[in-house]
């Protein structure tokens, strides 16, 4: 068992090291107030917007708002799972026909979220991103000259 584990650590070391980079430069622009990333700089939501807010609804078996965040928050643990195992198991064409089904279904469910329902959840605020700010600042700043 503990040279399995051993080979499946080396294995997948790379991906596991980024995994906890990324969340912990998450947690630290989280600190700082920042908690999505993509809209603090474009003012743009992205695909998963509100998916953790979903997932700790459903946690306290508040289900409605939990689809009132992300309705796809209950595939999340599936979808994961299947990753997991066909990774694990070495089924790339699996692996890959789950991932790419997900992030299709993902993008769809974002794009009618965008474009079809007011929430506060999914936003397209271009002008009040961090990126176009600074455009318009610099703009506003070299014209003023």
């Known amino acids: 068992m503990q040279k399995q584990l051993s080979k499946?650590?080396?294995k997948h070391k790379a991906a596991l090291m980024a995994t906890v980079g990324i969340l912990l430069l998450y947690l630290l622009l989280f600190a700082m107030g920042i908690s999505c990333p993509i809209k603090f700089f474009s003012g743009i939501s992205c695909p998963g917007c509100g998916m953790t807010r979903a997932c700790i609804h459903a946690l306290r078996l508040d289900f409605s708002a939990a689809f009132s965040y992300h309705p796809l928050w209950i595939a999340l643990p599936?979808?994961?799972a299947l990753l997991i195992l066909f990774k694990i198991k070495n089924q790339k064409?699996?692996?890959y026909t789950v991932?790419?089904?997900a992030a299709a279904v993902m993008i769809a469910v974002y794009l009618?979220?965008?474009l079809f329902t007011?929430?506060?959840v999914v936003v397209f605020l271009p002008e009040e991103g961090?990126?176009?700010r600074c455009i318009k600042g610099?703009?506003?700043y070299f014209t003023s000259k």
């Open 93 to 95: 064409k699996a692996f």
């Open 138 to 140: 610099l703009i506003t």
């Open 130 to 132: 961090l990126i176009p």
């Open 78 to 80: 599936f979808v994961a």
């Open 8 to 10: 499946l650590w080396k």
């Open 99 to 101: 991932l790419y089904t």
């Open 118 to 120: 007011k929430s506060n």
């Open 112 to 114: 009618f979220r965008l």
